[in-house]
């Protein structure tokens, strides 16, 4: 049973909320690709058909339509209300449902190239923005042991998660986008 007041999830601290939980194989399949990782985060950002988003990523819109059917099938996409575009011609958006933040380890289990999904599109968004739209930066060296390792995780993630879950509430600012990686140095 969870107490609310000893609960230190999102969900006990911002009732109705999100909280962590394992993705399931559709949901771990359908993130594990740098392409549908870049089309959560634009469509995340605003509803994008698949013509906008074949454009903005510079791929053929077939090859990026399949990847939406998949993050559709997955639960990670969701087709909004259909509207009249700038031509006068009925367009079919997508949005991102939010869920992936809160999936904890979603590629744990996968091939070493689909672990670095979350690299590649993040390389990719960091070079189409450009070297000034850099915010911060910070670059470290710790000596922590496997239970360090895991409490400075938990901490990280108890501030971003915070961030994450009160989002909406800051739509008027500009949108930022970060990476967070702990890893061990080659011997």
């Not at 609960?7 to 909320?17: K, L, N, Y």
């Not at 079919?92 to 289990?109: I, M, Q, S």
């Amino acid at each position: 049973m969870n107490d609310q007041a000893t609960d230190p999830s999102p969900e006990a601290e911002f009732p109705g909320r999100p909280r962590r939980r394992p993705a399931t194989a559709k949901e771990a399949k359908a993130a594990g690709h740098p392409l549908r990782l870049r089309i959560l985060r634009l469509c995340q950002q605003k509803e994008l058909t698949n013509k906008q988003l074949a454009d903005r990523l510079d791929r053929d819109p077939g090859t990026v339509l399949y990847h939406v059917r998949q993050l559709v099938g997955a639960g990670l996409l969701e087709q909004a209300p259909v509207r009249t575009g700038e031509s006068g011609a009925l367009e079919k958006p997508y949005r991102a449902v939010g869920k992936t933040w809160w999936l904890d380890g979603p590629l744990n289990e996968f091939d070493a190239e689909t672990r670095f999904a979350p690299v590649a599109a993040f390389q990719e968004e960091l070079e189409e923005a450009g070297p000034a739209a850099v915010q911060s930066y910070e670059r470290f060296l710790l000596h922590l042991s496997p239970d360090e390792v895991a409490e400075l995780d938990r901490r990280i993630l108890e501030v971003l998660d915070e961030y994450v879950a009160t989002d909406d509430q800051r739509l008027d600012r500009p949108a930022v986008n970060g990476l967070f990686i702990l890893h061990r140095l080659a011997e």
